[in-house]
C-alpha cells in the first residue's frame, strides 16, 4: 500500500517537475522572441496593428468597358457587354 503512494507521489512529482519546467522553457522562449522584436531597428510594424492584413490586399485593375475595379485574381464579370471577365 505505502509502495504504491509512494510510487504515485514519485509520478505526479515528476509530471509537476516536467509542467513547471516546460513553462520556464516557454517563458524564456517568448522572453527571446520579444527582445529579437524590441531589437529590431524598423519599427513600422507596430505602427500598423493591421500589417498582416495589408499582406492580403488584392491588386485591384480597371475593367476595360465598364471602368470599374475588380481583384486581378478571380474577377468577376459586370454583366455589361464586351467585360473581358468571365464569371
Ligand atoms: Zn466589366
Do not use: H
Not at 4 to 22: D, E, R
Not at 25 to 43: H, I, M, T
Not at 61 to 76: I, K, L, M, N, Q
Amino acid at each position: 500500500m505505502f509502495g504504491f503512494s509512494l510510487t504515485k507521489l514519485l509520478f505526479t512529482v515528476a509530471v509537476i517537475m516536467i509542467v513547471w519546467y516546460g513553462f520556464k522553457w516557454l517563458g524564456r522562449v517568448q522572453a527571446q522572441r520579444n527582445a529579437e522584436v524590441k531589437g529590431k531597428p524598423a519599427d513600422s510594424g507596430r505602427k500598423t496593428p493591421r500589417g498582416a492584413a495589408t499582406a492580403q490586399v488584392e491588386d485591384m485593375v480597371e475593367c476595360a468597358t465598364c471602368g470599374s475595379f475588380v481583384p486581378a485574381r478571380g474577377a468577376t464579370n459586370c454583366g455589361q457587354a464586351g467585360c473581358p471577365y468571365i464569371g
